[in-house]
């Protein structure tokens, strides 16, 4: 699965190079205040560069969320662990006391 996904994000980002290399007009960028004449080469290489990165931390960001949760519930099996070995532990000692038999008298 994972050459799969890699072939097909090697695929897209060559289509997107050849999208932006065969547009690559003079054009003019607005943004707020900012006024910006550039190729539109750059203008689509940089609009799919920042699509990856949000698109890239909020992957991060949801398997750093599962690996806390899982973090947490592997402290929470290890606490239950111990409750329950220390739960049987006097059940141990009360069943070794009754299955001990008491000592005999020497005879006389």
Avoid: C
Wanted: charged share 10%.
């Amino acid at each position: 699965m994972l050459y799969v996904t890699l072939l097909f994000t090697l695929v897209f980002a060559f289509l997107i190079a050849a999208f932006a290399l065969q547009n690559s007009m003079i054009v003019n960028v607005n943004f707020m205040v900012w006024n910006l004449q550039t190729s539109l080469v750059l203008v689509i290489l940089g609009a799919a560069t920042l699509g990856f990165l949000m698109a890239l931390s909020l992957q991060l960001y949801g398997q750093m969320k599962l690996r806390y949760q899982l973090y947490k519930a592997g402290a929470h099996i290890k606490k239950l662990e111990e409750q329950l070995a220390q739960a049987k532990q006097p059940e141990a000692t009360q069943d070794a006391a009754i299955s001990t038999p008491p000592p005999s008298n020497p005879p006389v």
